[in-house]
C-alpha cells in the first residue's frame, strides 16, 4: 500500500498520542494506585502501535507492543508502578519521539530498540529491569507482584489496624548464588513472626518449602515495628541480596467496595449519568466538526490576504479622495467584511502555549532528578494562545530561562532547610493575555540573583566600571545577566553556566518583538517576565510624517502622543529631555537618528510632535514632524540586502502606493 499520502496525518496523531502518553505517565506517578490512568496510557500506546504497523514503521510497533504487555499487566493488577518502571516507560517514550522525528525528517524511523524492549520483558516476566542505578549498584529493585487478599485476611487486617498495626507487603530478594533458598526462607520467616504476624506469602507456603520460585518472594506482614526496624534485621541474614517494604494496599478489594458505593447510588445518578452522556454525545459532535488544515495553507492564505489589507487601504484613500457617496458606503462596508476576515484567519493561526509548555514538567522530573533537587512545577494559564508563528521560536528560549531558574536559582535541599524553607522548591510557569500581548512568567522561590556576583562579572567583562556599578539600581544591575558571554555559574556542567544563553534568549524576544524583565528578592526567589506580541504579521501602527518620509510605530510600543512646546524642552548633559508627567524623558529626533535630508523648511514651528514609547519601566520620547493617524499595516521583511538596518523591524506598503519603514521602538530607547 503507498503510504506517503498519510505520513503526515500519522505525523500529527502520533505527536498527539505521545504527547497523551507523557501526560498521564507524569499523572500515574503522583497516583500510582489509579489504573484508570494506565487505561489511557495503553490506549494511547496501542492506537500508536497500529498506525505505524499499519505505516511500516517495525521498530516503533515492536517497542508499543512490549509497553503494551506492561501496561496490560499494571491494568490486572499483576504488577504495581514503581519509580524503576516509570523511568523505564519514560526512556521508551523518549526514544518514540525521537523516531517520530526521524520520520519527519524524512528518515526511515529506525532505531535500535533492542535494549528497552529487553528491559520491558524482563519486567513481563517478573525479572528485575535493567536501569542505570542497576549497572552502578549491587542494590536493585525486583518488580514486585501485588498481594492480593481474601474477605476473611481483610477483616484480619482491618481488626488489626484498630489495635494499632501496620500492614506491610515485605518483598525478599536472595543472591542469585544462593544454594539452599528453603533455609534461607524459614531464617526470614522467623525473623518476621517475631516482628509481628505473617498472614499471606507468594509464592504460597508448600512452593516455598519445595524452592518452586526464583530468588525473591512476597510476604504479608502485620506488624506495629518500623519499616527500616524491619528491614535491617532482615537483612543480617546471609545471602539476602535487597528487602523492599512498602504500606500494603489491595487494588482488587478498594475496588469491589468501589463497585458496590456505585451500585448503591446507581439510581441516585440514573438523571445525572443521562445529562453526562449527552453532553459527550455534544462533545463528539463538536469534535467530528474538525478537520485538519495544513499550516503551510494557512501561511498561503495569510499572505494572500496581506495582499487584500494593502489594496484595502488603497481603496480607502482613493474613495475619500474621489468623494463619491455610494463608492465610499461600498469601501466601508468592504472594510468592515475584511477586518472580521482579518481576525478570523488570525484565529486560525493561533494555537495554545499549552504545545510548548507541554515539555516542561518531563523535563523539570529529569533535572530534579540529575541535580538531586526536589521541584514542583505549578502550570498556568496553558490555554493561551499565541500566534503560530511566535509559538515555535519561543520554545528554546523557555527551555534555558527553566534550566537557568533549577540550576542557579532553586537550592539544594539542604541549603533550603538550613534557610527555613520547604525542602521542595517551587516553580511557576504562567501564560496571560493583557491588551494585544501575551506575558509568560517563570517565577520560582530559590536563592534569587546575586548582585555582587553579577556586578563583580560585569566589571571583570569590561561592561561596567566600579563607579558605574555603585550607581545603578538593583533593576538596572540584573539585566546585566543578558549580556553576551556572561555567566555567573561557577563550574561549567551540562545543564547551563557555559556563558551562552541568556543574550541568545533576549535577542530571540527582541526578534520577535518582544521585550524580557527582571524582578529578583535575595533567598526569596527570582522573575523573568517575557512580553511577547499576539500576532506578527499584521500589527497597528501610527504613521508619523518625518520631513517627506512616512514612518510606522507599532502602537503596543506607544504610551501616549505628546505636542511639546519648544519652551517645555530641556537639556541635561547635553541631552534633549521632556517633563512627561513628573518624569524626566529623554527624546530622541528620529530626523537625526536616519539622517533624513532637510526638505521642508521649518518656519520656527512652536511645537514639536512627540511620540512617547514604552519599554519595561523606561520611557523615551520620539520626535517626528506630524502625526498621520492609525493604520493597520502588513509587517513585510526588508529581504537578505537590508539585514540588519538599525531601529528598522520591517516595511509596508501604504494606500498610496508608497513604502513606509516601520520602527523598532526598543533599539532607539534612552536609559
Known amino acids: 500500500m503507498e503510504t506517503n499520502q498519510y505520513i503526515e496525518v500519522f505525523l500529527d496523531e502520533s505527536r498527539e498520542h505521545l504527547q497523551a502518553v507523557n501526560d498521564h505517565l507524569l499523572e500515574l506517578e503522583k497516583q500510582p494506585e489509579d489504573t484508570s490512568i494506565v487505561g489511557e496510557i495503553f490506549r494511547s500506546a496501542h492506537t500508536l502501535k497500529g498506525m505505524a504497523a499499519t505505516m511500516g514503521f517495525e521498530d516503533i510497533s515492536s517497542l508499543t507492543h512490549k509497553m503494551e504487555n506492561v501496561l496490560d499487566l499494571i491494568r490486572n493488577d499483576q504488577l504495581v508502578v514503581t519509580t524503576e518502571l516509570i523511568d523505564i516507560t519514560f526512556n521508551c517514550l523518549e526514544t518514540l519521539e525521537e523516531m517520530v522525528e526521524s520520520i519527519a525528517e524524512g528518515g ?37 507482584t501485588a498481594l492480593e487478599v481474601d474477605e476473611y ?14 500492614s506491610f507487603q515485605v518483598t525478599v530478594t536472595l543472591n542469585e548464588d544462593c544454594m539452599l533458598k528453603q533455609a534461607r526462607v524459614f531464617m526470614v520467616f522467623e525473623v518476621l513472626e517475631d516482628l509481628g504476624e505473617v498472614i499471606k506469602t507468594v509464592p504460597s507456603v508448600e512452593e516455598l518449602e519445595e524452592e518452586q520460585f526464583d530468588h525473591h518472594f512476597s510476604v504479608l506482614l502485620l506488624t506495629k515495628e518500623e519499616a527500616e526496624e524491619i528491614r535491617s534485621k532482615v537483612m543480617k541474614i546471609s545471602e539476602i541480596k535487597q528487602v523492599d517494604l512498602s504500606p500494603f494496599s489491595d487494588r482488587k478489594i478498594e475496588k469491589q467496595e468501589n463497585n458496590q458505593k456505585e451500585g448503591t447510588q446507581k439510581e441516585k445518578t440514573q438523571p445525572e449519568k443521562s445529562e453526562n452522556n449527552k453532553q459527550q454525545s455534544q462533545k463528539k459532535q463538536a469534535q467530528s466538526k474538525s478537520i485538519r488544515v495544513n499550516i503551510e495553507r494557512i501561511d498561503r492564505l495569510m499572505n494572500l490576504f496581506e495582499e487584500v489589507v494593502i489594496d484595502r487601504g488603497r481603496l480607502e484613500d482613493i474613495s475619500r479622495k474621489i468623494g463619491h457617496n455610494e463608492l465610499i458606503e461600498t469601501v466601508e462596508h468592504m472594510s468592515r467584511v475584511s477586518k472580521d476576515m482579518q481576525n478570523m484567519m488570525l484565529t486560525m493561526r493561533m494555537v495554545p502555549i499549552e504545545q510548548v509548555f507541554n515539555r516542561f514538567p518531563r523535563m523539570i522530573r529529569g533535572l530534579a532528578k540529575d541535580l538531586d533537587k526536589k521541584i514542583e512545577l505549578e502550570i498556568s494559564g496553558a490555554e493561551t494562545e499565541l500566534d503560530r508563528t511566535v509559538i515555535d521560536e519561543i520554545g528554546d528560549p523557555l527551555v534555558h530561562l527553566i534550566r537557568n531558574s533549577v540550576d542557579h536559582g532553586i537550592e539544594s535541599p539542604q541549603e533550603r532547610s538550613a534557610k527555613g ?78 556563558g551562552v544563553g541568556l543574550d541568545v534568549v533576549k535577542n530571540t524576544i527582541e526578534s520577535l518583538g518582544g521585550q524580557i524583565f527582571i ?49 517645555e524642552k530641556m537639556f541635561v548633559n547635553g541631552q534633549a529631555v521632556m517633563d512627561f508627567r513628573g518624569k524626566v524623558v529623554p527624546l530622541v529626533s528620529i530626523q537625526t537618528i536616519f539622517e533624513v535630508p532637510q526638505n521642508i523648511e521649518q518656519n520656527d ?44 523591524s520591517g516595511a509596508t506598503i501604504l494606500g498610496d502606493g508608497s513604502i513606509s519603514l516601520i520602527i523598532d521602538p526598543n533599539a532607539l530607547m534612552k536609559g
Open 153 to 166: 485476611q481483610k477483616t484480619v487486617m482491618d481488626q488489626a489496624k484498630e489495635q494499632g498495626f501496620q
Open 605 to 648: 514651528k512652536q511645537d514639536e510632535a512627540v511620540v512617547v514609547v514604552k519599554k519595561g519601566d523606561k520611557l523615551t520620547g520620539l520626535v517626528v514632524d506630524n502625526f498621520m493617524g492609525q493604520k493597520e499595516v502588513v509587517l513585510k521583511s526588508l529581504g537578505n540586502y537590508f539585514k540588519d538596518v538599525f531601529a528598522i
Open 519 to 567: 524582578t529578583s528578592t535575595p533567598d526569596q526567589g527570582s522573575k523573568f517576565t517575557i512580553q511577547l506580541p499576539l500576532t506578527l504579521s499584521i500589527l497597528s501602527a501610527m504613521l508619523v510624517n518625518v520631513q517627506k518620509e512616512t514612518y510606522a510605530i507599532p502602537l503596543s510600543f506607544i504610551e501616549e502622543t505628546v505636542m511639546l512646546k519648544n519652551d
Open 421 to 498: 524553607k520547604p525542602e521542595e522548591g517551587h516553580l511557576q510557569l504562567t501564560a496571560y493575555h493583557n491588551g494585544n500581548h501575551v506575558y509568560i512568567e517563570i517565577e520560582d522561590d530559590g536563592a534569587g540573583i546575586n548582585r555582587e556576583k553579577v556586578e563583580s562579572k560585569a566589571i571583570k567583562n569590561g561592561i561596567l566600571t566600579e563607579e558605574e556599578a555603585e550607581k545603578l539600581t538593583d533593576e538596572e544591575v540584573y539585566p546585566l545577566i543578558f549580556s553576551s558571554g556572561f555567566s555567573t555559574a561557577e563550574q561549567v556542567s551540562d545543564i547551563s553556566g557555559r
Open 108 to 144: 526511515d524511523g529506525k532505531k535500535d530498540v533492542s535494549d528497552l524492549v529487553n528491559q520491558l520483558e524482563a519486567i513481563e516476566k517478573g525479572e528485575q529491569p535493567a536501569s542505570k542505578e542497576s549497572e552502578n549498584s549491587s542494590n536493585t529493585v525486583e518488580t514486585v
